[in-house]
């Protein structure tokens, strides 16, 4: 069976929700997703494509192990109830980059702000939670078997999940706010400049584009986070050259601004 079609059959088998099963396209869009995690392309996979369960994704995960489409040392990260696949080395790797090189970048968009505004990464409460993270994933790199989902924890239920999914997903810039006073934010009607990174999945059959990055950055702080994006957009490209799956890396830009933006 061809390899696009192995993939295929995994995740119709494994990620039905209800009755409903993934179509053949979002199929394809989420084996691109994992091979990039598996490459290190990107150091984790946020699992959103249907309400499929945690422990559906580690069986969706285990099948394509099992098969050898994908690496061992890939888990699945049950994080209150969010799935994520990871690459715990890679995720790692980045983290202590970004924060050795500082390149790692944290908006406020509280909603009392009048306008975004970056923050202090090292304030208590953001490394801590960053430090815990860190310490979350090295702890998974030496279990030999990856058979049930890896629960965060108790420690992670106090986390800002929006930042966190942010680091964890290798952005440059990831967005918080103080969940202990209100869960909505200053974006309303805020220029966006949305970043994508996408590229050609060139397997047995036709070629499968998919979309492998897309954050956004307040329009009025691109221009102090421009050294953020660029470091991100070399780095990605590195890695890029270092792997032969997926091909046609293109990054570009785009303006929105929405009535309300959802974190």
Request: negative net charge.
């Amino acid at each position: 069976m061809p390899t696009q079609d192995l993939f295929v059959a995994e995740a119709r088998k494994c990620l039905s929700a209800g009755r409903k099963s993934l179509s053949v396209p979002q199929s394809l869009d989420l084996a691109a997703q994992v091979l990039a995690v598996d490459l290190g392309l990107k150091p984790a996979l946020l699992y959103d494509s249907n309400g499929a369960s945690a422990d559906q994704v580690q069986q969706y995960l285990s099948s394509l192990q099992s098969s050898q489409l994908v690496s061992r040392s890939l888990l699945t990260l049950d994080l209150n109830g969010n799935a994520l696949i990871v690459n715990p080395v890679a995720v790692r790797s980045n983290v202590e980059q970004l924060f050795r090189d500082g390149n790692l970048a944290v908006i406020d968009v509280c909603h009392s702000l009048e306008k975004p505004a970056i923050t202090d990464l090292f304030r208590g409460e953001l490394k801590s939670m960053i430090e815990d993270l860190l310490m979350l994933l090295k702890g998974f790199e030496h279990l030999k078997e990856h058979e049930k989902p890896h629960c965060a924890g108790k420690k992670s239920e106090e986390w800002n999940l929006c930042t966190v999914f942010g680091v964890l997903l290798g952005y440059p810039v990831t967005y918080w706010f103080d969940q202990n006073k209100s869960f909505e934010n200053c974006l309303s009607m805020t220029s966006l400049t949305v970043t994508t990174a996408s590229a050609t999945w060139q397997a047995d059959s036709a070629g499968h584009k998919c979309l492998l990055y897309s954050f956004s950055i307040p329009a009025v702080l691109l221009q102090v986070m421009q050294p953020n994006l660029e470091n991100w957009r070399v780095r990605l490209q590195e890695r890029f050259q270092q792997q032969n799956v997926l091909k046609d890396l293109t990054v570009s830009q785009s303006t929105v601004t929405l009535p309300s933006v959802c974190l």
